[in-house]
């Protein structure tokens, strides 16, 4: 299965994303601050990373375009509750592989995360 990097402002939203990823036999890390995931990512070969597109320090686009030069090969998924068709635009040029809405469901998040992944 694949390893994952999760990034969100919020804690919890983070850790329940990894929750339901890990049941589907992923490898799943977990982050709020946006260092932490960079350095992680710097270290780690990840497959997928999940970014909230509105974080304390930085944005999701930026952070994105961070893990990037580490590892050009890593996919992406952004999240927002605030969707914009500029921020959608940023993220897909960065190389993002999907831009959903949050909340997202359970099943949302799965069939995104398989769609990419097989992708």
Do not use: W
């Not at 601050?33 to 930085?58: F, G, Q, S, T, W």
């Not at 993220?91 to 831009?99: F, I, K, P, Q, R």
Request: proline letters at 3%; charged letters at 25%; one cysteine or more.
């Amino acid at each position: 299965m694949a390893s994952i990097v999760v990034l969100d402002d919020v804690l919890d939203a983070a850790i329940m994303i990894k929750r339901i990823l890990s049941r589907q036999g992923h490898a799943v890390e977990a982050f709020a601050e946006e260092e932490k995931a960079i350095a992680y990512v710097r270290d780690n070969p990840v497959d997928l990373a999940i970014l909230d597109i509105k974080l304390l320090k930085m944005t999701g686009v930026e952070v994105l375009e961070e893990m990037k030069k580490f590892s050009p090969s890593t996919k992406a998924i952004m999240l927002t509750g605030y969707p914009t068709l500029e921020t959608a635009r940023q993220a897909l040029e960065l190389g993002a592989n999907a831009y959903c809405v949050k909340p997202i469901d359970k099943a949302e998040l799965e069939s995104t995360v398989a769609g990419v992944l097989q992708g």
